[in-house]
Structure formats: structure tokens, C-alpha cells
């Protein structure tokens, strides 16, 4: 079945760039996404990409995807103490419209 | 757009007592999930509604656990009974089916069972 696995927490400081990793199994996948989970909140979703992409950016977050190893990376550039927050890859294959999430990584922004 | 609805916030029972989850989608979305967060599991997909039929409720855990979608605007998750096990968070989404996917989840409930 699919398994999605991220690191389980990151440190970096305010304005220094942040770099938080996912791999995958499932070589099926179409979709990818990033979701944030801040304190006592649902889930908001940041960015997607689709898996024939290589790259996609959204104003401070770039998203890179390397299809041939399933790794996918969610840049934070410029981090702020407000990007503070759990955040977790999902991915979606052709057979099933659930998500798959990862463990989530918890990341911590230090003034 | 309200986004998606969720009550109640928080629920505190004791074991063997029935819960109800409540959940209204985004108006138009025609797909409905629930979700279920620990943290030895993380989050898990228990059921999935499209055109307020269930299409995969391969993820509800047992027996306790029912779901209903009586219409295009509600849904909801019983636990009867309820176990402590069954504490968690419980979020609800919702997508319209367009290729993409893009769920948009609810605040959650937070369910504690005693």
C-alpha cells in the first residue's frame, strides 16, 4: 500500500530558509500536496503539484518534486515565527481519491 | 464562503455513551471525508461520501463506528458505543471532484472519551 514518510521536526531561524523533505511509494501517485496544521486548527492546504511537474513556486514556498527517487521538498524562504507549525505531504494516486498523509514534521521558527 | 463546518468543537464523554459528529461541506463540493488524527496514527482516512453516496469506508475501524450522508449539505460519524480508544480528532473535508483533489478541511472535533 502507499506510505508516506516525512522527518519529524525542524529548527531554523526567522529569515533563514526552511527545507522540509517527503518520500513516497506509491509510483501511481498524481497528486502531491502540502498541508499546515498550526495549534488546535484543521488542515489548510498550502500548495499541490502535479506529478508531471518538476517544480512549482508560490510566492515564499517552492515546491520540488523528483519523481524517479518519490521525494518531494517544500521550501519556506524568509521564514517567519508565523510559519511555526506542523506541516504534512499527502499524495493521492489514480485508484482512490483519499489522501495519504505523512507523520507530519513539526517546525519550529526561533526568533 | 464559510469553508467547512464542524460541531461540536469539543466533546467529553464517558465510555459506553453515543457520540455524534456533525459536518457541512462547502457548498458545491460534491465529495465528503472523515478523518481520524492520534498521535500513534496519525491521520487516517475512516470513510468517503461522492454524491452523498459511501464510496470506501475500508478505513472505519469496527462496527461502533457508522457514517451518514442524508444530503449534499451534512453528514455524520456515530460512535456507539464509545471507547476510550476512540479519542482522537476528527476532521471533516470536502472536495469537488475536478482531478485535482483539493480537499478543504473543517476545524475538527476533538473527542475525548473517559
Known amino acids: 500500500g502507499e506510505d508516506v514518510e516525512q522527518s519529524l521536526f525542524l529548527s531554523v531561524r526567522e529569515g533563514d530558509s526552511s527545507v522540509i523533505n517527503c518520500t513516497y511509494t506509491?509510483?501511481?501517485?498524481?497528486?502531491l500536496y502540502w498541508y499546515k496544521q498550526e495549534p488546535g486548527a484543521g488542515l489548510q492546504l498550502l500548495t499541490y503539484?502535479?506529478?508531471?511537474?518538476d517544480m512549482k513556486q508560490d510566492q515564499r514556498l517552492t515546491v520540488l518534486l523528483n519523481k524517479k527517487d518519490k521525494h518531494l521538498s517544500l521550501r519556506i524562504a524568509d521564514t517567519q515565527t508565523g510559519d511555526s507549525a506542523i506541516y504534512f505531504c499527502?499524495?493521492?494516486?489514480?485508484?482512490?481519491?483519499?489522501?495519504?498523509f505523512g507523520s507530519g514534521t513539526r517546525l519550529q521558527v526561533q526568533p | 464562503d464559510a469553508g467547512v463546518i464542524q460541531s461540536p468543537r469539543h466533546e467529553v464523554t464517558e465510555m459506553g455513551q453515543e457520540v455524534t459528529l456533525r459536518c457541512k461541506p462547502i457548498?458545491?463540493?460534491?465529495?465528503l471525508f472523515w478523518y481520524r488524527q492520534t498521535m500513534m496514527r496519525g491521520l487516517e482516512l475512516l470513510i468517503y461520501?461522492?454524491?452523498?453516496?459511501?464510496?470506501?469506508d475500508s478505513g472505519m475501524p469496527e462496527d461502533r463506528f457508522s457514517a451518514k450522508m442524508p444530503n449534499a449539505s451534512f453528514s455524520t460519524l456515530k460512535i456507539q458505543p464509545s471507547e476510550p480508544r476512540d479519542s482522537a480528532v476528527y476532521f471533516c473535508?470536502?472536495?469537488?471532484?475536478?482531478?485535482?483533489?483539493?480537499?478543504?478541511f473543517g476545524p475538527g472535533t476533538r473527542l475525548l472519551v473517559l
Open positions: 499527502a499524495e493521492r494516486d489514480t485508484g482512490r481519491r483519499a489522501l495519504t
Open positions: 473535508a470536502s472536495s469537488l471532484d475536478r482531478g485535482r483533489e483539493t480537499q478543504y
Open positions: 506509491d509510483s501511481s501517485s498524481t497528486y
Open positions: 503539484i502535479f506529478s508531471n511537474m
Open positions: 461520501f461522492n454524491n452523498n453516496v459511501p464510496i470506501d
Open positions: 457548498s458545491g463540493h460534491n465529495s
